[in-house]
Every structure is written in structure tokens, then in C-alpha cells.
């Protein structure tokens, strides 16, 4: 590891010396490359320094011990504690930086929502999730666009599809994926009985051109009236577009904007997403084939969370973590779970590396 840290802090030396060159800074492009990697890498560098510090103190001690000093050797022996503690300390917090990192961490993301299980009562539990993530991108400053849609008379959805863009948005909610299970009295349970319904999540980086490449001949593309509530132009005319992509047989329509062409650009850009995810799913497939734990971040098929309102409780069942913060949740507050989901897969890929 110490060789890796001082190959690390020459390059962070070295990045350092250009950013105070005049040539580079008179070039933009070639200033943002660079702050970009010094950002990257800086806190690396930093506690490497300290790592390496640590580790020349031990080899100094190392020699005391052969000392013929009694004194000087218990001093030694005392100070060697300490360092070894620090030194163990250090290793565990560069194992977690030195982690590979996902590359869609800092990509945007497209957010699915659809009800599952329970009918009209998993619709609106469908609503409360979108209510939610909202909540959660407001108070990280993402910007929110509305892709598609389709709503029940009562406020609910049985599907709806959401662009957030913000820095850092997949990463902070790629733990999301998965079915999210509810437990509560229905608005139309005049019994008082509780049910349990559910709804499915889908989070999905967002894909550019140069992440997927989709060829125009796979595509099969249908246009037809937009239905449900929406302005005149919309319902009147054939602005919906269903686009099919033939080699997947993977299907997204979109239906909310006001024109053909709008439609057909969220459609592709849902379409794109999509398929960067299911390839991103096959190598998290591949992966966890090998783990013996790990942090689901794809699998739309587990059950990954209980919302139980009448205890005011959240439980999160891939790290049986458990709230009794429901309201705060609901609100939007996530941050506790999304930071003990990202210690336990850091765990678990540290655990991995060893």
C-alpha cells in the first residue's frame, strides 16, 4: 500500500504544480481536466501523508527495540501501541477511498416508480414514493422533469417517470431500487384493517449517446393520441410515441409533452437509461454470484423496505436496519438510510479486496 500512496501524492504533487502553472491556466479545458483529478484525488494524497508518516514512525521504533536502552525501549514499546492503533485506523478509511468507483455515481438519473400489489392503495403508496423522492431532490437542489405518467382518479399512479439531474444523484440514490412494501390503513378501508400493498422503484443513470449506441433499425416506432387529463393540443393530436427497441423487446412510451418530437426525445432518453441498466444489472449479477453479502443496487424483484405506519416504522431488509423516523422519511429525510446502505457495501467490498 505504501508504494501505491507515494506513486498517489507524486501525482498530487505534481497536478498541484500545474495549477499554478500560467499556461494551464489560461487554458479552460485543460484547468477543469486538471482540478477535476486533483479534486479526485486529493483526499487520497492527504491521508496517505499521514499513512506513510505513521508507518516511518513504526520503522523507527522498530530500531529502538534493538536498543540496548531499557528506557528508550519502553518509550519504543509504549509509542508502537498508539502508531499500530493509528496505522489500523488508516488502512481501513484508504481501503474504502482506494475502491474502485462506479463510473454512474455522478450521472443523473431516471427515476420509475409503478404501483405493484394492493390495487388503488399501492397506486397511491406509488404517489407517496414520488412524493418523497421529490422531497429528497429539493433538498439537494436537483432540477425535476416529468417523462410519463399515468395517474388514477384518486391521486395515485400506476406509473410514473421522473428525470432528476443534480451532481451526484445516481449515486446518492441507486439504493433505491427494488420493491417497496407498505403496511397501513387504506384512505378507502372503512373497516380499519390494515393492508399491505406495494410499489416497485427503478433507478437508472442517465445515458448520453456515448453510453448507449442505438441503431434506428431497431427501433420501432408508433405514434397515437395522448389519453387522460392534459391540455387540447395534447389530447387532439397524435403526439404519444411508443418506441419498442426489436433486439430487447424493451418498450417505452411517453405521452406528457405538448409535441411528437419532445415525446420522442424522453422516450430515447428513458430507452437509453434503460439499457445502460440492464447491462450495469449483469455485471452486478456476475458480481454478487462471488459475495457472500452485498448491498442490492439493481434488483427490482426484492423486497428492500417495509413502510409500517401504524408502529412509525422503516425497515430496511438487505441490512435489517430499522427507523422510527416514518413522518421525516416520507418527507423526503433519507439520508440516514442511504449513508448506513453505502457503509454496509463499502464493508462488503472492502471485505472482498482483502
Known amino acids: 500500500m505504501k508504494h501505491k500512496l507515494e506513486n498517489t501524492i507524486k501525482k498530487y504533487n505534481s497536478i498541484t504544480d500545474q495549477l499554478a502553472d500560467p499556461k494551464i491556466i489560461s487554458d479552460p479545458n485543460q484547468l477543469k481536466a486538471l482540478a477535476k483529478e486533483y479534486s479526485k484525488i486529493e483526499p487520497v494524497a492527504k491521508?496517505?501523508?499521514?499513512y506513510i508518516d505513521i508507518v516511518d514512525q513504526i520503522d523507527d521504533n522498530k530500531s529502538v527495540l534493538m536498543d540496548d536502552d531499557a528506557e528508550l525501549i519502553e518509550i519504543a514499546r509504549e509509542e508502537m501501541t498508539d502508531l499500530d492503533r493509528k496505522k489500523s485506523e488508516l488502512e481501513e478509511k484508504l481501503r474504502i477511498l482506494l475502491l474502485p468507483k462506479n463510473p454512474n455515481d455522478n450521472k443523473n438519473l431516471i427515476l420509475e416508480i409503478r404501483a405493484g400489489t394492493g390495487g388503488d392503495e399501492a397506486a397511491l403508496f406509488a404517489a407517496d414514493l414520488f412524493r418523497l423522492y421529490c422531497h429528497f431532490a429539493e433538498r439537494n437542489n436537483w432540477t425535476k422533469k416529468l417523462l410519463a405518467s399515468n395517474e388514477i382518479g384518486i391521486g395515485g399512479?400506476?406509473?410514473?417517470?421522473?428525470?432528476?439531474?443534480?451532481?451526484?444523484?445516481?449515486?446518492?440514490?441507486?439504493?433505491e431500487s427494488g420493491v417497496h412494501r407498505v403496511?397501513?390503513?387504506?384512505?378507502?378501508?372503512?373497516?380499519?384493517?390494515?393492508?399491505?400493498?406495494?410499489?416497485?422503484?427503478?433507478?437508472?443513470?442517465?445515458?448520453?449517446?456515448?453510453?448507449?449506441e442505438i441503431n434506428d433499425l431497431d427501433l420501432k416506432i408508433d405514434t397515437y393520441r395522448a389519453s387522460g387529463a392534459?391540455?387540447?393540443?395534447?389530447?387532439?393530436?397524435?403526439?404519444?410515441?411508443?418506441?419498442?427497441?426489436?433486439?430487447?423487446?424493451?418498450?417505452?412510451?411517453?405521452?406528457?409533452?405538448?409535441?411528437?418530437?419532445?415525446?420522442?426525445?424522453?422516450?430515447?432518453?428513458?430507452?437509453?437509461?434503460?439499457l445502460l441498466a440492464a447491462e450495469q444489472e449483469k455485471v452486478n449479477a456476475e458480481r454478487a454470484a462471488k459475495r457472500k453479502s452485498l448491498v442490492s443496487t439493481g434488483d427490482r424483484s426484492a423486497k428492500i423496505r417495509t413502510y409500517n405506519f401504524p408502529q412509525s416504522r422503516v425497515t430496511d431488509h438487505r441490512i435489517n436496519f430499522t427507523s422510527y423516523r416514518l413522518t421525516d422519511i416520507m418527507n423526503g429525510d433519507i439520508y440516514e438510510l442511504i449513508e448506513q446502505l453505502k457503509v454496509a457495501e463499502e464493508q462488503s467490498l472492502v471485505g472482498e479486496s482483502l
Do not use: W
Open 230 to 274: 392534459g391540455g387540447q393540443h395534447v389530447n387532439k393530436t397524435e403526439s404519444a410515441i411508443r418506441i419498442t427497441h426489436l433486439p430487447t423487446g424493451l418498450v417505452v412510451t411517453c405521452q406528457d409533452e405538448s409535441s411528437q418530437h419532445k415525446n420522442k426525445a424522453a422516450a430515447l432518453k428513458v430507452l437509453r437509461s434503460r
Open 47 to 50: 491521508l496517505g501523508k499521514e
Open 183 to 212: 403496511q397501513r390503513v387504506p384512505e378507502t378501508e372503512t373497516g380499519g384493517r390494515v393492508h399491505t400493498s406495494a410499489a416497485t422503484v427503478a433507478v437508472l443513470p442517465e445515458a448520453k449517446d456515448v453510453d448507449v
Open 157 to 175: 399512479f400506476k406509473e410514473i417517470i421522473v428525470a432528476l439531474d443534480g451532481k451526484g444523484a445516481y449515486g446518492m440514490m441507486k439504493y
